[in-house]
């Protein structure tokens, strides 16, 4: 004969079903906190810097030094990151190409950023592009990676 659930073990099981909802409520808030374009985030799954973006974080920094000198500074604050990996480095025409990964925190979803240091003057013109692996939209991650990494080159300088 099949047990009858009493009130009581009705009520022993609430806490969790609690528990439950209240840290999926709050994922989805943190995620949800995180888009800044609506329209963009959820359709998009890559972002690049272009020297006619809207948000100036997002535009190619100049950096003073040498390509080769630009890609040690990356290659030693990616070593210091959590979540970012070098993938491969090499010399090209006038400058370096620096492939990155980035994993997210909470889906473990890996973006794929390309950096491309070239000489301009005395200096070096950084331009990158982050992609997502997967995915239509990124929900903003994208621009993000690309802000982080311009936000060090700028910080370092």
Do not use: C
């Amino acid at each position: 004969m099949g047990r009858l659930e009493t009130s009581e073990n009705k009520r022993s099981k609430r806490p969790a079903i609690y528990i439950s909802v209240t840290i999926t409520a709050v994922i989805m808030l943190s995620v949800f906190s995180k888009i800044d374009n609506w329209k963009r985030d959820l359709t998009t799954n890559q972002a690049r810097l272009s020297i006619d973006a809207a948000d100036e974080q997002l535009r190619p920094p100049l950096v003073k030094g040498t390509p080769t000198e630009v890609a040690k500074q990356i290659v030693s604050w990616v070593d210091q990151q959590g979540r970012w990996t070098i993938v491969s480095q090499q010399q090209i025409e006038n400058g370096v190409e620096i492939k990155l990964t980035r994993t997210t925190s909470i889906m473990r979803f890996i973006d794929d950023i390309d950096v491309v240091l070239r000489t301009e003057g005395d200096s070096t013109r950084v331009q990158a592009q982050s992609q997502s692996r997967i995915g239509k939209g990124d929900l903003g991650q994208n621009p993000r990676n690309l802000k982080e990494l311009v936000g060090h080159l700028m910080q370092a300088a």
